[in-house]
């Protein structure tokens, strides 16, 4: 799955969307000096960031994009593990599915499978006049 990020904070940290079904959404995302904090490890919120995004992209399979979009309303973040370099993956996992609002368990592991962060993401549902750009829209993939 391609989407078109271009100018947005995901082409800026080089998310990019390896999985996308209603069960499960998973992304990769480099961590190196655009993601560090100043003591050279990630910062915790370029996990938020990268948490949120998988929540939100998967959120877009429960909603009609042509006059709702999907934004994040509430996020924690456990930062478990720390990391310098190498990629990590984000998995994350539908836990309720509503029709104002969606909850994901999103949890982040190092290039060695080790989990780094566990988060949990409130996403709402909204009406919009123009919807962000995702698959199947004319605002969609490049």
Request: proline letters at 6%.
């Amino acid at each position: 799955m391609k989407w078109d990020w271009s100018g947005t904070i995901m082409d800026t940290l080089g998310i990019e969307l390896l999985e996308y079904s209603r069960e499960r959404v998973v992304a990769t995302m480099p961590v190196d000096g655009r993601h560090h904090q100043p003591f050279g490890y990630m910062h915790g919120g370029a996990s938020v960031v990268l948490a949120e995004t998988v929540a939100s992209a998967g959120s877009y399979q429960f909603i009609d994009p042509t006059r709702q979009a999907a934004v994040g309303v509430e996020i924690n973040a456990n930062h478990l593990r720390s990391t310098r370099s190498g990629p990590v993956r984000a998995t994350g996992i539908p836990l309720h599915v509503g029709r104002r609002f969606l909850v994901w368990d999103v949890r982040i592991e190092d290039g060695e499978g080790r989990l780094v962060c566990v988060s949990r993401c409130t996403i709402g549902v909204t009406d919009s006049v123009q919807a962000p750009k995702q698959p199947g829209t004319d605002l969609g993939p490049a």
